[in-house]
């Protein structure tokens, strides 16, 4: 398994913007990132496949977030715009554990991936 690192996470006013950042010790396949708000379940907010070339997002996602990878470097990005108040929550990178996949187009489920970052904490004011 590679052990995941994320950074980026931090306070930030409604309608401001982060960049969160997820390191990875060795080559990943498909990412993922994953959020847990206050109370709630962790819930899918983005995946990429290796290539870059299938991207998903959670309806709550699009149009404000961006997920985007550097295989150079092994790490993946998600840039988050427009931030809500609702967009308040820890944070985690994944790594899929299958090297197959091609295509993200149906998110696959947290139990796909099999690494997952300590989190991040985003916290949006209001």
């Known amino acids: 398994q590679v052990q995941l690192v994320e950074s980026g996470g931090g306070l930030v006013q409604a309608g401001g913007s982060l960049r969160l950042s997820c390191a990875a010790s060795g080559r990943t396949f498909t990412m993922g990132w994953f959020r847990q708000g206050p109370g709630k379940e962790r819930e899918f907010v983005a995946a990429?496949?290796?290539?870059?070339?299938?991207?998903s997002y959670a309806d709550s996602a699009k149009g404000r977030f961006t997920i985007s990878r550097d295989n150079a470097k092994n790490t993946v990005y998600l840039q988050m715009n427009s931030l809500k108040p609702e967009d308040t929550a820890v944070y985690y990178c994944?790594?899929?554990?299958?090297?197959?996949?091609?295509?993200?187009?149906?998110?696959?489920?947290?139990?796909?991936?099999?690494?997952w970052g300590q989190g991040t904490q985003v916290t949006v004011s209001s």
């Open positions: 990429i496949t290796y290539s870059g070339g299938s991207t």
């Open positions: 994944a790594a899929d554990s299958n090297p197959w996949r091609t295509t993200v187009a149906r998110p696959p489920p947290p139990s796909a991936f099999g690494s």
